[in-house]
Each structure stands twice: as structure tokens, then as C-alpha cells.
């Protein structure tokens, strides 16, 4: 079986991460490229799970001897994909997904225009925000700034939407696996013939529905939460001043979902 290179991208706290470690462990023969990079880990996060961490000085010598095939600087610290990720999956025969930021995605294309893009999208702002702060909280500490930071670029990121060829909406949490697994086997019957079975058909259906042409209804609403839908000029994201109850209301839908980096 040959292995296909899926690439995710999303806004930072949409729920990658989540939703990548949802499909590992539904879907075998799906390998997660461990970037490197210079940031400091979080929480629980290990070095060599998560992510290899590395510093400036040695991320750049590595980049120097060509060990990456992308690389980008986001929020301040370097990440980059080892080539040897993908010549693991290949000879493995596995499926291969790079969780990386849009620059990256952009630099695999080039090389690689047969990868299966797949940008994730939070559904409105707001969420957003209490995806990020939920985060923080379990991480130990609630750094605004940071969540702020991180909440200006995802609408810069969301832009790039369009380059991508499949559009998930992170919302609820179980549908946005089962999407993700239908685009995945779905990507295996076109390309390898695999077999999928009884669920053939839902799974094509499911994946369909999911491609980016195929996406406008459900990207509406996102677009315009985002203020990317405003024609007059309105580029700002504006947040009303909610109160702690509003926050909640995720907080407690999430209570029996597991942080990704607890695992
Ligand atoms: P990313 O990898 O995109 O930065 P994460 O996977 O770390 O994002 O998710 C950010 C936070 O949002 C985590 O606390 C995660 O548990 C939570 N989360 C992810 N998806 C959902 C969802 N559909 N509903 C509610 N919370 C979610
Ligand atoms: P975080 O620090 O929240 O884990 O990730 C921040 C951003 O860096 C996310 O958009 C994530 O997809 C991206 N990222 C993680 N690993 C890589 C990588 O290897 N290359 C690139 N280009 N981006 C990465």
C-alpha cells in the first residue's frame, strides 16, 4: 500500500491535535510526523511525543544540513518536519499526517502537490478563545497575552483557507473525528482501492461533504464570526466582554474529553 500524506493546519487551539490523536487511535496504519522545535514544552507535553525539542542554535544546524523537508518560525519559535518522517511512513507503507501552520503546508504543496490538505476551523471566535483558555488552564496557568496572540492570528490563518482541500468544522467534537476518519479512508479507496466495506458509502458521502467546494453552508458562518465575510472594512476581531458563565459553557461539555497532551 503506498502511504498518503495528509496535511492539517488549523488556527492554534482548534482542536488538531485532538482530533489527530482521535483518528490514531481509530484508524490504524496512521503515522504522526513529531516535529521539532524551539519552543519551551507545555504541561505534559514530552520531548519526542509531542514534539522533539531542540534550541535555536541547534534547529538552525539542522536546517543548515538539509534535515527538514518544511520549516517555518510561528509565534516566535521554529518547527520544521524531518524528512526522515516521511521515509519512515513510506517504508512502512503507513499514512503519514504533518500537523503544521499554513507556511509549511504551503512549502509541502510545492514539493509534494499529491498530499491531501485539510484545514480545520474553530467555529466562531469565541470558542476559540475558550479552546485556548481551557488549554492554558489544564497547562497550569491561564497566560492571557499568549491566548490573545494567538487569537489575532487565527484569522490571518483562516485567509488561507482556500488552499486547502478539505474544510473541517471543529464544533462538535465526535462529528468532526467522524469526518476526519471518512476523509482518511475515503482518500485510501480513491488512491489504493482499499477496501471500506459496508460503511462505504456513508464514509464517501461523509468525506465529500467535507471537500472544500463542497463546503460553502458550513463556512458561512465561520467566515463571518471571523469577520472575514465584511465588505466594509470591519478587519477587527471584536470580543464583547462575556463573563466566566459564557467560558463555561464549553468548559463543561468538555469535561469528560481528555487533553490530547495528557496522553
Ligand atoms: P490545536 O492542536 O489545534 O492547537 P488542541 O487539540 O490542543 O488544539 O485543542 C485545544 C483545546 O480545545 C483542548 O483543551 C481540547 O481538549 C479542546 N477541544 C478540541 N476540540 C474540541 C471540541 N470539538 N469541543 C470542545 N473542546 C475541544
Ligand atoms: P503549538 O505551539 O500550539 O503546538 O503549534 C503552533 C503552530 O505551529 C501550529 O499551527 C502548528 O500546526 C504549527 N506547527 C507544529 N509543528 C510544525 C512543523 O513541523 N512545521 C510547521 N511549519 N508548523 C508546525
Redesign the pocket.
Known amino acids: 500500500m503506498a502511504g498518503i500524506l495528509f496535511i ?6 482548534s482542536g ?2 485532538t482530533l489527530v490523536s482521535e483518528l490514531r487511535k481509530q484508524v490504524s496504519g496512521v503515522d504522526f ?1 513529531v ?3 524551539t ?1 519551551a514544552p ?1 504541561g505534559s507535553e514530552e520531548n519526542g511525543r ?2 522533539n525539542f531542540t534550541t535555536r542554535e541547534e534547529f538552525q544546524r539542522m536546517l543548515a544540513e538539509g534535515v527538514f523537508m ?3 518560525e ?2 516566535g ?1 521554529f ?3 524531518a524528512r526522515q518522517s516521511l521515509k519512515d511512513a513510506l517504508s512502512a507503507g503507513h499514512d503519514l499526517v ?8 504551503a ?1 509541502v504543496r510545492a514539493k509534494m502537490p499529491e498530499a491531501v490538505s485539510i484545514f480545520v476551523m474553530p467555529p466562531n471566535p469565541r470558542v476559540l478563545r475558550t479552546r485556548l483558555r481551557n488549554r492554558s488552564r489544564a497547562e497550569g496557568v491561564v497566560d492571557e497575552a499568549e491566548v490573545f496572540r ?1 487569537l489575532g492570528a487565527a484569522r490571518k ?1 483562516i485567509e488561507n483557507y482556500r488552499e486547502y482541500g478539505y474544510i473541517l468544522v471543529n464544533d462538535i467534537l465526535d462529528r468532526a473525528v467522524a469526518q476526519l476518519e471518512a476523509i482518511v479512508l475515503a482518500e485510501r479507496y480513491y488512491r489504493n482501492g482499499e477496501s471500506i466495506a459496508y460503511r462505504s458509502r456513508r464514509v464517501l458521502e461523509v468525506a465529500a461533504a467535507c471537500l472544500q467546494f463542497n463546503s460553502q453552508e458550513r463556512l458561512g458562518p465561520v467566515l463571518e464570526a471571523f469577520g472575514l465575510l465584511d465588505s466594509n472594512g470591519q478587519q477587527q476581531l471584536i470580543f464583547e466582554e462575556d463573563s466566566d458563565e459564557e467560558d463555561s459553557e464549553e468548559e463543561d461539555s468538555d469535561k469528560d474529553k481528555k487533553d490530547p497532551h495528557d496522553d
Open positions: 492539517i493546519s488549523a488556527p492554534s487551539g488538531k491535535s510526523a516535529s521539532w522545535t519552543r507545555r509531542e514534539y518544511e520549516h517555518a510561528v509565534f519559535s518547527y520544521g518536519t504533518l500537523d503544521i501552520d499554513v507556511q509549511g503546508a512549502q494567538r490563518e
